[in-house]
């Protein structure tokens, strides 16, 4: 601030503003789990001054950890709740943690450009990696194979769309312990 008084002497002064940051949380992706693993929860929180935990501890190896161990036996429900100490608000973000007794495939899918069943995939599970996934035809020809988990068959054969049939799949997933599970079994395309 600069001042000037009527005979112009002239004075200045400076004052500092602090701005402090408004609390913001975010809980992380949702996960899926086996039953009798673990996933490993993302949270993060900003802003000035924060301090946070998560609830559902039972189930939780820190519950003041943003990235804490997460072993429910069932589909659970974990807040990450933080609190600006300096006045700045609070927040909260949720994450679903499912688990699944087994690898669950679907039995049947619609390549149909509905946008509803399009495409024959497995279920992304935190702590396993795809080590194959592939499809057969009805002669034991393999039509589709990968090693991405995020990628699909879409129920053609060389670019051409396949009738409704039933197909042959073959999965192999790895767990970074070394747990290995294999699952085969068929699909049904419908048309």
């Excluded at 002239?10 to 693993?37: C, E, Q, R, Y």
């Excluded at 002669?139 to 129920?155: A, L, P, Q, V, Y």
């Excluded at 396949?162 to 699952?183: A, D, H, N």
Aim: glycine residues 8%; contains cysteine; hydrophobic residues 40%.
């Amino acid at each position: 601030v600069l001042l000037t008084n009527m005979w112009g002497c002239k004075d200045s002064a400076l004052v500092t503003i602090n701005v402090f940051k408004k609390v913001i949380t975010n809980a992380g992706p949702d996960k899926v789990i086996l039953t009798g693993d673990t996933a490993v929860l993302n949270g993060s929180v900003s802003g000035t001054a924060v301090n946070y935990s998560w609830s559902a501890s039972n189930t939780l190896s820190n519950i003041n950890s943003l990235q804490p161990n997460a072993f429910p036996v069932i589909e659970t429900k974990y807040t990450l709740n933080a609190m600006s100490t300096v006045g700045c608000g609070n927040a909260s973000d949720e994450v679903i943690v499912k688990v699944y007794k087994e690898v669950l495939m679907p039995n049947a899918f619609t390549p149909n450009n509905d946008g509803l069943n399009d495409v024959f995939r497995v279920l992304p599970l935190d702590n396993y990696e795809l080590v194959s996934f592939s499809v057969y035809s009805r002669w034991g020809e393999k039509i589709f194979s990968t090693t991405n988990i995020h990628n699909g068959w879409n129920g053609t054969i060389k670019g051409q769309p396949q009738p409704t049939g039933t197909f042959v799949y073959y999965l192999e997933m790895k767990s970074r312990t070394g747990k290995k599970i294999i699952k085969k079994g068929t699909v049904l395309l419908i048309r």
